[in-house]
């Protein structure tokens, strides 16, 4: 992954577009123009057959994009990133265990008995885009092992994401048609492989249809662009990705957040709020906190300490932070669990804003003073990692 950065690569950018999108869309739900606004967010089109609606298409359809994307980058670090042995593995991957489990048990106990259980995967995703543009922003100057220490761990938290959509949110199963899906990723995974100019337009094809037997089998659409993704030889997709970066960040991931916070703030006052609203606001910040805390300590603790150099613990805490930037897939996870509850779902989108809001304030401020404190205690920060 050893690109020249333009701007609409810059992670930055990439996390200022998304916080732009995310408030537009709250704005405009809540303006004289919301009747508009969910009008063009809810018209239906499509081809005979697969008739979604806008927000569908963007969730559905865009999306996989996203996951399309953050496979290939998991398939890199796999075999020749950060992840590519079990002893370079071991921190995030404790890190991430911890860092979903903390979230979900906090949503349990706040929420577990309100009648509202199903929605305890929705705090325990990272934003890689958000949680990586909050530590170019404040943390420049900072050692490269703490980005790719985050990176890991959003990666991983991301494949846990994936098979919590697998295993919990697929309604009415078509074994049949997730077995053609299953063809037809088989092919891309062949056809791609093959040097000739015919394999690149059918390589196309076949992922478009494996998109559409997926979403036809009842499993999430997101999952056939992790399948594809991963499918894809190591560098070609890397080169695949790298064409399509500008896109995600600039068109794909903005769209989701302009149409997923597009929510009237309910007309409740606090007390009223449901429980999903506060397991999710607690969960989020101060569970992916200490999670990934915790977690990144015992993994730590566990890894041979020879094979690199170790994080500090206030620099895990940091990492925790800006872990519960939970965003992009939380609030997919939020209309997963609560699609049908209105009420409910709308309060989730203003939980999943509002505590990303806050982890995002509280990451920032963890990042900056992080970074004073590995310039107070220049050259030894170089060697102690903070």
Not at 187 to 207: E, M
Not at 280 to 308: C, D, F, H, N, S
Not at 332 to 348: H, I, T
């Amino acid at each position: 992954m050893i690109y020249r950065v333009s701007p609409i690569r810059s992670e930055r950018l990439a996390a200022a577009l998304l916080l732009a999108a995310a408030s537009t869309g709250l704005l405009l739900a809540n303006s004289p123009l919301s009747a508009a606004a969910f009008a063009v967010r809810d018209v239906e089109f499509g081809p005979p057959g697969l008739t979604l609606s806008a927000a569908d298409w963007i969730s559905e359809g865009l999306l996989a994009l996203f996951f399309f994307s953050a496979a290939i980058e998991l398939k890199f670090e796999l075999t020749r990133g950060e992840l590519a042995s079990p002893a370079k593995a071991m921190r995030p991957a404790v890190a991430a265990v911890f860092g979903v489990a903390a979230p979900a048990l906090i949503y349990l106990a706040v929420a577990g008995r309100s009648g509202y259980a199903e929605g305890w995967p929705i705090p325990t995703a990272t934003d890689i885009a958000f949680a990586l543009g909050i530590l170019s922003l404040f943390g420049r100057g900072l050692p490269s092992r703490i980005r790719a220490f985050l990176l890991a761990l959003a990666i991983l938290d991301d494949l846990i994401a994936i098979t919590l959509i697998a295993a919990f949110f697929t309604r009415d199963l078509d074994v049949a048609a997730l077995g053609g899906g299953a063809l037809a990723v088989a092919g891309v995974a062949v056809v791609s492989r093959i040097r000739r100019r015919w394999a690149v337009p059918l390589v196309i094809v076949l992922a478009l249809a494996a998109w559409w037997l997926v979403h036809a089998s009842g499993v999430h659409s997101t999952i056939a662009g992790v399948a594809v993704g991963l499918a894809l030889p190591g560098r070609l997709g890397m080169r695949v990705r790298h064409a399509i970066e500008p896109g995600i960040n600039g068109v794909v991931l903005p769209l989701f957040a302009l149409s997923a916070a597009m929510v009237a703030v309910p007309p409740v006052s606090p007390p009223e709020l449901t429980a999903p609203f506060w397991a999710i606001l607690v969960a989020l910040p101060v569970g992916k906190m200490v999670g990934i805390g915790v977690g990144g300590w015992l993994g730590t603790a566990l890894e041979q300490r020879r094979l690199r150099p170790q994080i500090s613990p206030f620099a895990l805490v940091t990492v925790g932070a800006l872990g519960g930037i939970g965003f992009t897939v939380s609030l997919l996870m939020n209309e997963l669990a609560f699609a049908g509850q209105e009420q409910v779902r709308s309060e989730g989108i203003l939980a999943v804003l509002i505590g990303s809001g806050v982890s995002m304030i509280i990451a920032s401020a963890l990042v900056a003073a992080l970074r004073r404190r590995m310039r107070a205690s220049a050259p030894g920060a170089s060697a102690d990692g903070g």
